[in-house]
């Protein structure tokens, strides 16, 4: 028998991530960065766990890079999962189609671009 994963809050990413970019937006970060105060690494301190165990959120969250759409998308997926609506397979096809769409329609985008 399939033992069953613990999948994280879609509530806790969300709000560390909201909160990790509100953080990184405040006169009081931007001045102490600055200042050369290794803000990234205080942030990282605060934020140990969800640093940890999703870091490569953590780091887009705390450059500004999140994509809160594709977030959602993804976050919505594994909602799914979880109430057994659709299989891990399956929700990873679909992110993927809707990545593969994306980068094909930039890549397009791109070539015309070059084009003119």
């Known amino acids: 028998m399939e033992e069953e994963k ?8 969300l709000k560390c991530i909201n909160e ?23 942030l990282r301190e605060k934020y140990s766990d969800f640093a940890n165990n999703y870091p490569t959120l953590f780091t887009m969250a705390a450059e500004g890079e ?7 998308a993804m976050l919505s997926m594994l909602g799914r999962i979880q109430d057994k609506q659709i299989s891990e397979q399956e929700a990873s096809q679909k992110i993927s189609s809707v990545l593969l769409g994306d980068f ?9 671009k070059s084009e003119e």
């Not at 613990?6 to 990413?13: D, G, L, R, T, V």
């Not at 999140?66 to 959602?72: E, M």
Request: no cysteine.
């Open 104 to 112: 094909v329609a930039n890549f397009d985008q791109s070539d015309k």
């Open 66 to 72: 999140v994509d809160k759409d594709r977030l959602n």
């Open 6 to 13: 613990e999948y994280p809050s879609h509530e806790y990413i």
């Open 20 to 42: 990790i970019e509100a953080t990184t937006k405040s006169r009081k970060y931007k001045r102490d960065q600055k200042n050369g105060v290794n803000v990234f690494g205080l």
